[in-house]
C-alpha cells in the first residue's frame, strides 16, 4: 500500500499557473508508474499526465503543451506544472499509483489513489 498527499490546489483566474504535488509514501516507489487524473462531477475520470517506473512520460492529448509532469524519486513526489490555465481544467485533480510501473490511461489500472486537490478555473 502507496500513501498518497496531494497539495496545491485552488482558485485562479484564466492564464494562470499551478503547481501540484502529491507526496508518496510505501516500498519500492521508484518501481512504480504515478500519474495524475482529474474529474468534473457527472463525468469520467480522466487521465492527464504520468511517469512510469524508469521516468518515462506519458499526456493526455488535451493537456500536452501546457501541463508538465515531474517525479523526484529522492523525495517520493510528483509534481503537476499547469500553466495558461483554462476553466475547462476546473476539476479535482487525484495522483495515483500502478505498482506494475507501467503507464495506463484508465483510472482502474491504479491501485493507491490521494483524497484529491480541488483546482478551479474563473474566466
Known amino acids: 500500500q502507496v500513501q498518497l498527499v496531494e497539495s496545491g490546489g485552488r482558485l485562479v483566474q484564466a492564464g494562470a499557473s499551478l503547481r501540484l504535488s502529491c507526496a508518496a509514501a510505501?516500498?519500492?516507489?521508484?518501481?512504480?508508474?504515478m500519474g495524475w487524473f482529474r474529474q468534473v462531477p457527472g463525468k469520467e475520470r480522466e487521465f492527464v499526465a504520468a511517469?512510469?517506473?524508469?521516468?518515462?512520460?506519458k499526456y493526455g492529448d488535451f493537456v500536452k503543451g501546457r501541463f508538465t509532469v515531474s517525479r523526484d524519486n529522492a523525495k517520493s513526489t510528483l509534481y503537476l506544472q499547469m500553466n495558461s490555465l483554462k476553466p475547462e481544467d476546473t476539476a479535482v485533480y487525484y495522483c495515483?499509483?500502478?505498482?506494475?510501473?507501467?503507464?495506463?490511461?484508465?483510472?482502474?489500472?491504479?491501485?493507491?489513489w490521494g483524497q484529491g486537490t480541488q483546482v478551479t478555473v474563473s474566466s
Open positions: 495515483a499509483v500502478r505498482s506494475s510501473g507501467r503507464i495506463a490511461l484508465a483510472a482502474p489500472e491504479y491501485e493507491d
Open positions: 510505501g516500498r519500492t516507489f521508484s518501481d512504480y508508474a
Open positions: 511517469v512510469d517506473w524508469r521516468g518515462g512520460i
